[in-house]
């Protein structure tokens, strides 16, 4: 086939002169797709196209076809990697991977390191002592090879490090290793042993497979752009082991479901428009009028595979959801979906926090933490980045989880997902309180007000400061909600023993000491002392709904303000724990579509969700903002990691749910009939459970951030600033599915 006409110089030249994205951000990408776009065209219009091919033109197109040819074959063909039982001491080994680092020694001696994902550190020595002797060759194509560059390094094994936070497990099982090994089959190319963090080779021979560009600059805490997310994962150490360990968390919670005798079935992705609760993406088809969606969660076909005679199923499922982003938000995501028939709630938490067991438990045998800067996240025991540091281990809270119901969490820490963590806790305290108090921080009548104590812990002269300063820079930069908040904003004292009444003067004499006097309540106020900051913030004297207060957010606020600065001690321990007993009902809110009833409240969980007792069915005809739900959070460190509940398994209470309580449509009744179906073939009794896969790597990883735990995520825009998706509809497309943008007004 003849080759393009256009010059391999010329093409590399125009690269160099343009390709410069990673120095001047994204005007720079654009031009890149111009300069892509240029070429393209210039190679359409060229001779060949026009199907007029001279002379000179054949002999430039050998020419570069040659190039190419000899460029390949010093790239394509490489030899292949050693396997894990070749690397004893004295053997000539092969491994592939980055060239990382060199040390160049003197003129004769240089060290160089090969970055080699899920293997230990490698460090190369080259050397040689006469010009053309043995070494020379290796140590000059050394040199010569741009950092970053893949190699393939062929060389004889110096020195085989152990793995010292292994080594006590690794004598422990040394006889069953050893009698495993006898039987095991050969192990791949390309691994390595077991327990080993660094391998010392004396170089042979080294081979570039590529050549990475000296247009792209890497430097110490280089910042790539979104566009550039290979570079973001290839050069950021926490990324790429964040990446590296999210499939063996998947990996053993597969496992562990597996051992439970659960089925793993997929669903569909191209699913129908239900009213479940959360805005869809819709997939347009060719049959005019006609649509799919994207499913927010497999829900109905894991309850119709109950129905099914299927006892236990799973699934890791794609997700879909229109929502505004947040840092823990995608519009697409994965869940860890399970449901058990013939189960209540109390099998699915019991099968729940097994499964996190044997996860924590291997993360505690097989990870260490390790630190980048500010950065901290789980790095294999066998990687050289891993290191365990004194007060960094991490520590997880053991089977059973405690679990508290959704009022208490409301009650004791403001939030339906509470940070076991932190060290202080919500009181009420309006009934000490004096009336001239209560009003100078609410218009409200006779409202509830809540209080809690934080105090830092003892510091440095020099950060005294520090800790006096934390509550005014909180409460100059309250988020909007708090700063708004039409029951006032949150109100804090410090105690200052060298003023009148220490500090508590607004209190009045009373009011102080009633706060103080240690009553039922109040033991957290018995024993205040310098610096320790009261925070008071009314709200309105009703029932809970939603999922925070007021005083609960500023709480967390607080705690992660303390903890950057210092003021308290960084936790890196897990306290997993269970919220109970949801109200089955919330009243409808402009972020939510609900279910598109008309009675003003929607689904809390979903409406699928059974109540939770006899007296809770009887609520649904008299006050359905009253009644429970049989409904379960799973909970860590401030962080809801999934939800479930026991499903309604009868199809007249479905219905009746539907149709009577949320007052829903005919027609948004009918978009269920599949599911109403499966339940009168008489279904058994179910329950189930989704856990938010990423969100739980995430967490476990130390981010606070889903992006950090996903390959190519979105933006906040839920854009993919990679590929640069999505992409604008052609008029040819929307002809084809039968779509039209909106006239103009």
Not at 190 to 212: K, T, Y
């Given at each position: 086939m003849a080759l393009p006409r256009i010059q391999l110089r010329r093409l590399c030249g125009f690269g160099q002169r343009h390709l410069r994205f990673l120095r001047h951000s994204t005007s720079t990408h654009a031009h890149r797709f111009q300069v892509c776009n240029r070429l393209t065209h210039s190679a359409a219009r060229s001779p060949i196209s026009e199907g007029v091919l001279s002379h000179e033109h054949q002999q430039q197109n050998r020419s570069v076809g040659q190039q190419l040819r000899e460029e390949w074959a010093r790239y394509n063909a490489f030899p292949r990697a050693s396997a894990a039982e070749d690397f004893t001491e004295g053997q000539t080994v092969t491994v592939h991977g980055f060239l990382a680092r060199k040390r160049v020694k003197h003129a004769k001696l240089v060290f160089a390191d090969v970055q080699i994902d899920n293997g230990p550190a490698v460090q190369i020595t080259s050397s040689f002592q006469t010009p053309g002797g043995p070494g020379h060759d290796a140590n000059q194509a050394l040199r010569g090879i741009p950092l970053y560059s893949p190699v393939a390094v062929t060389g004889r094994v110096a020195q085989i490090h152990n793995n010292l936070?292994?080594?006590?497990?690794?004598?422990?099982?040394?006889?069953?290793?050893?009698?495993?090994?006898?039987?095991?089959?050969?192990?791949?190319?390309?691994?390595?042993?077991?327990?080993?963090?660094?391998?010392?080779?004396?170089?042979?021979?080294?081979?570039?497979?590529?050549?990475?560009?000296?247009?792209?600059?890497?430097?110490?805490?280089?910042?790539?752009?979104?566009?550039?997310?290979?570079?973001?994962?290839?050069?950021?150490?926490?990324?790429?082991?964040?990446?590296?360990?999210?499939?063996?968390?998947?990996?053993?919670?597969?496992?562990?479901?597996?051992?439970?005798?659960?089925?793993?079935?997929?669903?569909?992705?191209?699913?129908?428009?239900?009213?479940?609760?959360?805005?869809?993406?819709?997939?347009?088809t060719r049959r005019q009028g006609l649509a799919y969606a994207l499913p927010q969660s497999p829900q109905q076909y894991k309850q119709m595979l109950m129905a099914s005679g299927i006892r236990g199923y799973y699934q890791f499922a794609r997700c879909f959801r229109d929502e505004d982003l947040r840092a823990d938000r995608q519009p697409e995501f994965t869940q860890l979906d399970l449901e058990m028939s013939f189960a209540t709630g109390e099998d699915v938490m019991r099968t729940v926090e097994v499964i996190i067991s044997d996860l924590t438990r291997l993360l505690n045998s097989d990870y260490s933490v390790a630190q980048n800067g500010e950065d901290i996240y789980l790095a294999p025991n066998k990687s050289s980045i891993a290191e365990t540091q004194q007060g960094m281990i991490p520590r997880y809270r053991t089977a059973p989880f405690p679990r508290i119901s959704y009022k208490e969490a409301m009650t004791r820490f403001g939030i339906d997902k509470p940070d076991l963590r932190i060290p202080f806790e919500i009181r009420r305290v309006d009934h000490v309180l004096s009336r001239s108090f209560v009003s100078m921080i609410t218009h409200l009548d006779n409202p509830v007000v809540e209080a809690f104590k934080f105090r830092p812990k003892p510091v440095e002269e020099e950060k005294q400061p520090l800790a006096l300063n934390l509550v005014d820079e909180l409460m100059r930069a309250l988020p909007p909600a708090l700063a708004q908040n039409p029951d006032g904003a949150p109100v804090a004292l410090v105690v200052d023993s060298s003023k009148p009444l220490r500090s508590l003067s607004p209190l009045g004499f009373e009011g102080a000491g009633a706060l103080q006097s240690g009553g039922a309540g109040l033991e957290d106020f018995a024993d205040l002392e310098d610096g320790d900051v009261l925070v008071f913030q009314a709200r309105e004297n009703k029932p809970f709904q939603g999922g925070s207060t007021a005083l609960g957010t500023f709480r967390t606020l607080v705690y992660q303000s303390a903890v950057s600065k210092g003021l308290l001690p960084r936790d890196l321990s897990f306290h997993f724990l269970w919220v109970t007993n949801f109200p089955m009902f919330t009243p409808d809110n402009e972020a939510d579509p609900g279910q598109g009833g008309t009675a003003g409240f929607s689904a809390t969980h979903h409406p699928f969700t059974a109540p939770l007792t006899d007296d809770d069915v009887e609520l649904l005809a008299t006050d359905p903002l009253k009644a429970r739900a049989d409904h379960y959070d799973l909970v860590v460190n401030g962080v809801e990691l999934g939800g479930g509940s026991r499903r309604i398994h009868v199809a007249r209470m479905q219905e009746y749910i539907m149709r009577d309580i949320l007052k829903m449509t005919d027609e948004g009744v009918a978009q269920f009939s599949h599911l109403l179906e499966a339940l009168r073939a008489g279904c058994p009794p179910h329950a189930g459970f989704a856990l938010g896969f990423d969100r739980l790597v995430a967490v476990l990883t130390y981010t606070d951030s889903v992006r950090d735990v996903i390959a190519f995520p979105k933006s906040m825009k839920g854009e993919d600033l990679t590929v640069k998706s999505p992409g604008r509809i052609t008029k040819e497309q929307l002809e084809t599915y039968h779509l039209a943008f909106p006239g103009k007004k």
């Open positions: 936070l292994s080594r006590d497990a690794v004598s422990s099982t040394d006889t069953v290793h050893s009698q495993r090994e006898l039987s095991a089959p050969l192990s791949r190319p390309g691994s390595f042993p077991n327990n080993v963090s660094r391998v010392d080779l004396d170089l042979e021979s080294i081979q570039p497979l590529n050549v990475f560009p000296k247009d792209i600059i890497v430097s110490k805490g280089v910042q790539f752009p979104p566009s550039a997310r290979h570079l973001q994962i290839r050069f950021s150490d926490p990324l790429r082991s964040r990446l590296l360990i999210r499939p063996q968390i998947a990996f053993q919670l597969r496992k562990s479901l597996n051992n439970l005798a659960f089925t793993e079935v997929e669903t569909p992705v191209l699913f129908k428009s239900t009213p479940e609760g959360a805005r869809e993406f819709l997939v347009p």
